[in-house]
Each structure stands twice: as structure tokens, then as C-alpha cells.
């Protein structure tokens, strides 16, 4: 992981961490490693999401570009994978999303795709960290004609929208959903799209207004969308998060069914119709221990990489998979698109629901869990409020749970001494809990799931 960019780009709190300064003088870097003797005025797209730091953010970056000597086509609001997807439409020399993802919206983020739609490479990140850390060599000034042009698209997110159409074998007639936007990217698409698709659509959280980006919906913050599922008797719901490079759902009957599932669910359906390369996922380290039974019992090869996305899309390209994602809900789908799209994965889940009646579409909640240690017996039947998940050795060990669940299971065992670390939850009156997470353990098959 480099000093200015992790593994999703450069991040921190806007205005105290990531300054104007600095995503300026990034824009600067970033147009100096991308100018050669082919390219002497490379144009760079730029789009953000819905937080209120966004525009100080972009104008900087704008600045900064512009007075090297790039030219910029500014996108506006649109989701992270339609830059990825604009960059190679409109033949650009690279793009820039401003968004911290999932994040509450005093951060921001800068990530740089490259011109094939492709995160950045490490080197020219490291390129670039050199000239705005380092100063190895001084920034560049265009001047006179030479200063890079401003452009504005409006028709950006409606592009984007007619691809994620394309990819979509099927309609969504009888359908009703509902979206959760979490006030971010998806707000300015997601209707859109899949009124379009054919379904009748439910919007909740997609009225932003710059600081409620994330706030208690979206993919982190599920209950909501589950709670208005079941109430109203849908089909199923869809969350995102703020740049919609994620997704997650909720059954009919309100379960969760995270990335995991959806990877499963997604992989399952290409190997039937004949489309999944090689035969092979690709997950991470915190890939749920039964996915890999599930891809032996399907005749499925599993990948495992380190954490993020950018790794699973590493794998992807140089082995020629074409599905991969995490639990997260970051799903990429490589015939469509270079990186996670919560829409698209969205849009795949509803037209398998629909070419299959829903019958892939179901969770199974007999998956076993470690929580800490209960006073209870194999068979017995518990119940208990999940206030924690966490993980073990990159093993995640409390899926597919989230925070603030209730969840009934049955134990399977106690375990004897070994301490691992797993699900907390909410002691009963006058029970207690035995401290820290490091704990020993109960494992629990689950019968049932609620927000």
C-alpha cells in the first residue's frame, strides 16, 4: 500500500486530511505521469458522488490538471463504475472518481482509473506520490494555449444507464423492488435504470443533500431496507453504498444476502448457462468458509486473493475468470465492466430471480457460525442479538450476519478451550458476557434471521 493511495485510492477527512492542496497538486501529478511524446494534452474524466466536499474537490483537481496542460470532461454526480465505463467509451486518457464510498461524508476520496477502466497501476501511483511527496521533480506549467479546456457532459449518466441495459438479457416486468440509494451515486441512476429494466421500483434514502451520504441506509446499514421489504411484501430490495461500486440484497421474506450469496447465486447461474470461465470465483481471504464447499458441491474451481478489490481484479484479468468480488458487496462481473458495479449486480440478480421463478435467489440459513460461548447444550435451540461481527485470521466467522440482527439457531458445540475470534452478542438480563473478542467459542446453525 503506497502513502498517498491504499487499495481504493487516495482518502481522509476533506478539507483537514485531504486538502484542496493536495488533490491539486494530484491532479498535477497525475497529468505530468500521463503526458508523453504521443499524448501532449491527455484528457482525464472526473466524477464524484453526492458528498458536499465533492465540488471544492473537483475544482482543485481541475486546477491542478488544467495547468499542466491536460484537458478535463467533467461528469458530474454518476456511480464509480461509469467512469470506469466512460474512460473507454470516450476513449480517454484516464478518469478520476472523488467519493469515499461507503464512508460517512466528511471523508473523500480520489481514485484514478487508468485508460482501459482499470484501477491505476501501482507504478504509476507510486509515479505520482514521487512528484506530490517526494518533489522529485517540479510540477509543470502550461502556459499561453497550451493550458488544458474544460468540458461539461450531460449525458454521462444516461450512457451508462443504456450499457447496464444492454448487459441484461431479460425484463423485469411484475417485479417490485425496493432501492436503497443511500443518498450517493445511485440517487441519479438507479430509478432510471431499473424503471427501464421493467420493474416497479421503491426509493428510499435517494434524496442527498451533500452531509446524509451513508447515514443509517445503504449497504452498511441494511435493517431499514429489510424492514420496508417485509412490510411491504416485495419482491426483494437492493442497497448501495455511496459510489454504488457495491451491492447487497434482501430477500422477500427480509433476510440478508450479502456478497457472498450474491457471488454464489451469480457463478451458479453462469456455469448453467454455460458462461463462466473456467469455471472458477474468485473471493478473498474473508470469503465465507462454506463458499468453498458450495463451489466443490457445484463443480466449481475457488481463488482466493488478499483483501480488496483491486487484487480480485488482478487475478481476474491475468487467468481470464470473469467473475470475483467480495462479501462487502463489491461483485465484478468482467464481461460488463473493470470493477465492482452495485447496479449491474443488482440488474444480474433480478434476471436470474426472473428467468428461474426465484428458486437460486433463496438464503440457505443453515450455515454454521461461531459466536462466543453460550450456557447451552448441542441441540438446543438459541436466540440472541448480534451487537458485533469479527474475524479470525482474515477467516470471517460471524457471517452472514450484521450488526443489530437477531438471530435463532441451533448449537452444534462448545467448543473446548481453542479461542477464535467471533460474533458478540446481547446478554440476557443477569447473564454475563465474558469480555474482549478473543473468546471461546459456540457454533450455531441458523434457523432464522431478522433486522
Known amino acids: 500500500m503506497g502513502r498517498l493511495f491504499g487499495t481504493d485510492g487516495a482518502r481522509g477527512v476533506a478539507n483537514a486530511e485531504l486538502t484542496p492542496e493536495l488533490a491539486m497538486n494530484i491532479g498535477r501529478a497525475a497529468a505530468m505521469v500521463l503526458i508523453s511524446d504521443e499524448v501532449e494534452h491527455p484528457t482525464i474524466l472526473i466524477g464524484k458522488d453526492t458528498r458536499l466536499s465533492g465540488d471544492m474537490l473537483e475544482g482543485a483537481l481541475i486546477a491542478g490538471l ?16 461509469a467512469v470506469a465505463y466512460l474512460v473507454g467509451k470516450y476513449n480517454a486518457d484516464a478518469g478520476i472518481m472523488i467519493s469515499a464510498s461507503h464512508n460517512p461524508f466528511e471523508f ?5 482509473f487508468s485508460s482501459d477502466g482499470c484501477k491505476l497501476p501501482d507504478a504509476l501511483e507510486n509515479r505520482i506520490e514521487e ?3 517526494d518533489h522529485v521533480v517540479p510540477y509543470a506549467s502550461a502556459t499561453d494555449e497550451n493550458i488544458g479546456r474544460v468540458t461539461y457532459d450531460t449525458e454521462a449518466a444516461d450512457l451508462y444507464i443504456d450499457h447496464l441495459v444492454s448487459a441484461v438479457d ?3 416486468e411484475g417485479m417490485e423492488i425496493a432501492l436503497d440509494c443511500s443518498n450517493g451515486s445511485s440517487s441519479r441512476t438507479a430509478e432510471k435504470l431499473f424503471t427501464k429494466l421493467g420493474a416497479k421500483v421503491h426509493m ?11 447515514r443509517d441506509c445503504g449497504s452498511t446499514h441494511m435493517s431499514k431496507l429489510q424492514k420496508y421489504v417485509r412490510e411491504h411484501k416485495l419482491s426483494c430490495g437492493l442497497a448501495f453504498d455511496g459510489d454504488a ?3 447487497l440484497a434482501v430477500d422477500e421474506n427480509g433476510n440478508l444476502v450479502d456478497g457472498d450469496y450474491l457471488i454464489a447465486i451469480c457463478a451458479n447461474d453462469m456455469k448453467q448457462r454455460g458462461v463462466l470461465k473456467k469455471n472458477a470465483v474468485v473471493g478473498t481471504i474473508m470469503t465465507n468458509m462454506g463458499f468453498n464447499k458450495f463451489c ?3 463443480d466449481m474451481h475457488f481463488v482466493s486473493t488478499k483483501v480488496g478489490d483491486r487484487y480480485v481484479l488482478e487475478a481476474m484479468m491475468q487467468e ?9 458487496g463489491h461483485i465484478i462481473l468482467l464481461d460488463y465492466a473493470t470493477t465492482g458495479d452495485g447496479q449491474l449486480s443488482g440488474a444480474m440478480i433480478l434476471s436470474i430471480m426472473k428467468r428461474t421463478g426465484g428458486k437460486q435467489y433463496k438464503v440457505t440459513n443453515d450455515e454454521v457460525i461461531f459466536i462466543e460461548k453460550l450456557d447451552a447444550e448441542a441441540n438446543d435451540t438459541v436466540t440472541f442479538d448480534v451487537v458485533a461481527v469479527g474475524t479470525d485470521d482474515g477467516i470471517k466467522v460471524g457471517t452472514p450476519l450484521v450488526e443489530g440482527a437477531k438471530v435463532t439457531g441451533e448449537v452444534v458445540k462448545n467448543g473446548k478451550g481453542k479461542k477464535i475470534r467471533v460474533c458478540t452478542y446481547k446478554p440476557k438480563k443477569g447473564e454475563k458476557r465474558a469480555k474482549g473478542h478473543r473468546q471461546p467459542y459456540t457454533q450455531v446453525k441458523i434457523t432464522s434471521i431478522e433486522a
Open 66 to 81: 488544467c495547468s499542466v496542460g491536460a484537458n478535463v470532461h467533467i461528469l458530474g454526480v454518476v456511480p464509480t463504475p
Open 108 to 112: 473523500n476520496g480520489i481514485k484514478i
Open 131 to 133: 512528484i506530490v511527496l
Open 170 to 172: 431479460c425484463d423485469f
Open 204 to 214: 428510499l434514502f435517494d434524496e442527498p443533500d451533500g452531509v446524509n451520504i451513508n
Open 245 to 247: 461500486d457495491r451491492c
Open 296 to 298: 466443490e458441491e457445484n
Open 320 to 328: 481470464g475468470y470473469n467473475i470475483g468480488g467480495e462479501q462487502s
